[in-house]
């Protein structure tokens, strides 16, 4: 048991959670988190509080943001707006299908190897970006690097709003895409159409797999369409199922009508067990 906060570098963004150590952060308070690059301004949203989780593992604040932090916060975010209208002027100038998605700067980077810009985008195939690298160095006056980004990650990195409106998992607590095909939509009865199973990045949304293990379960145990059931009001044929409700849909042979059954009180292990006993 100990205590965590989350900090945000963003607002809306990723939340990162931290071990608070001596000091005690509200909610608004920006404080100083390690980086690769050194130490780094964020916003707490969540204040420090006891958990029942095991914190040992967690990354410790390294201080409260002073007033020379917040001035070092603001030059960095002045620095990366002025790299990023630079690299899309550069763009346009060396006529590049490229979209600028994130900026990011560091004023010394470690090492003392001096500023360094990272600039990532996002282009529909492998773009030789050798002059565009030279003409920002010379205009940003630092090391300049461009890092091509895949559609999950630019919408990870932009963020944005999906359509169950909230914000998107990838820019909030996915840390790992795993795989999403065409099947889990399939498994789910989802219409088939790209607009209704897209995410904001345009590849299949990454929450099909939330629910499918509960589909493959309930398919694996449930008989299937067509089936020849015996339910508690009589003989019928499966006809649907509903597997958020864990039932079954069944149409009577005696009237031809349908009712709604749970997935136990038709499967033959239930009724072998409920005649045994």
Not at 26 to 40: A, I, M, N, Y
Not at 66 to 86: C, I, W
Request: include cysteine; hydrophobic fraction near 35%.
């Amino acid at each position: 048991m100990g205590m965590l906060c989350a900090v945000s570098f963003n607002r809306y963004g990723r939340l990162f959670y931290f071990d608070p150590g001596e000091f005690r952060p509200e909610v608004g308070d920006r404080v100083l988190v390690p980086t690769d690059d050194g130490p780094e301004v964020a916003e707490c949203v969540w204040a420090a509080q006891w958990v029942s989780e095991e914190t040992e593992g967690f990354p410790r604040l390294v201080a409260m943001a002073a007033d020379a932090d917040l001035r070092r916060d603001e030059l960095l975010r002045k620095r990366k707006a002025e790299a990023k209208v630079a690299a899309k002027k550069l763009i346009r100038d060396h006529e590049l299908p490229m979209k600028v998605v994130a900026v990011d700067h560091v004023l010394d980077s470690t090492g003392g190897q001096g500023a360094r810009t990272t600039i990532y985008f996002t282009a529909p195939h492998r773009v030789d970006f050798r002059s565009l690298v030279r003409d920002l160095g010379a205009t940003l006056h630092c090391r300049v690097e461009l890092r091509q980004l895949s559609a999950r990650d630019s919408a990870r990195v932009q963020g944005g709003i999906g359509s169950c409106g909230r914000d998107l998992c990838c820019a909030t607590f996915l840390n790992d895409f795993e795989p999403v095909t065409i099947r889990m939509a399939k498994d789910q009865d989802l219409p088939l159409n790209p607009l209704r199973i897209s995410g904001a990045c345009g590849r299949l949304m990454c929450c099909l797999k939330y629910e499918h293990p509960l589909y493959q379960q309930f398919q694996a145990t449930a008989p299937a369409v067509g089936t020849r059931v015996s339910t508690p009001s009589g003989e019928g044929r499966v006809v649907g199922h509903s597997v958020p409700r864990d039932s079954v849909t069944v149409r009577m042979d005696a009237d031809g009508s349908r009712c709604s059954c749970s997935r136990a009180s038709v499967c033959g292990s239930r009724q072998a067990y409920e005649e045994r006993y």
